[in-house]
């Protein structure tokens, strides 16, 4: 499985390494990862990780104005895209198919390749403008997947949180996981 990761400049970073890390050294899974500028200066100092740490997990990275970059196109295959977390600009670029940066363009690829396109859109509260962006992608295809915790499995940390959501999106992949225990409903106590 080839799977684009892009991380924004929404906050929320620990999503897209939690991402990472879940998917690094599982056989026949490559990574392909792309960080926005303001990403970049998010991830250190939301996760206390260096940038070259997290690139560190992928496969393989790419400068988000590299638009020459194998993942702007669809004649390079990739078995989806998950952009974790995702800003309200890139959400707002990928609705209008602005594909001016990398990340723009290889979400556009993935919705005209039929391709799954994970959003974990990271913004509150939410206006009519978003919410009518996130429906346009939702009705071309995407997942719109905002990092909502649950607390049916009791979680002790944020770590717990994390995981929770991360694990919903590998469930969307067809990747098993234990990063959470799923509902299975009340039980009588």
């Known amino acids: 499985m080839r799977l684009v990761v892009a991380i924004t400049g929404a906050s929320g970073a620990i999503y897209g390494v939690r991402l990472l890390e879940a998917l690094h050294s599982r056989p026949g899974v490559e990574t392909l990862l792309v960080v926005s500028a303001a990403a970049q200066a998010i991830v250190p100092q939301e ?26 196109s669809g004649s390079f295959h990739t078995d989806g895209m998950v952009v974790a977390p995702c800003s309200i600009k890139t959400l707002s670029a990928l609705a209008n198919s602005y594909a001016e ?22 913004e509150t509260p939410l206006h009519a403008g978003h919410l009518r962006l996130m429906l346009a992608l939702a ?48 039980s009588e106590a």
């Open 47 to 72: 996760t206390g990780r260096a940038l070259a740490e997290v690139q560190a997990l992928a496969t393989r990275t790419f400068d988000n104005g590299d638009l020459a970059a194998p993942i702007a």
């Open 101 to 122: 940066t990398l990340i723009a363009r290889a979400g556009d690829v993935a919705l005209k390749e039929r391709r799954r396109l994970i959003l974990l859109v990271r």
């Open 139 to 186: 009705e071309l295809g995407a997942v719109i997947m905002p990092p909502i915790p649950t607390f049916y499995g009791q979680p002790k940390t944020i770590d717990d949180l994390v995981n929770h959501t991360i694990g919903r999106v590998l469930d969307h992949l067809g990747l098993e996981h234990d990063l959470y225990r799923p509902w299975l409903g009340c």
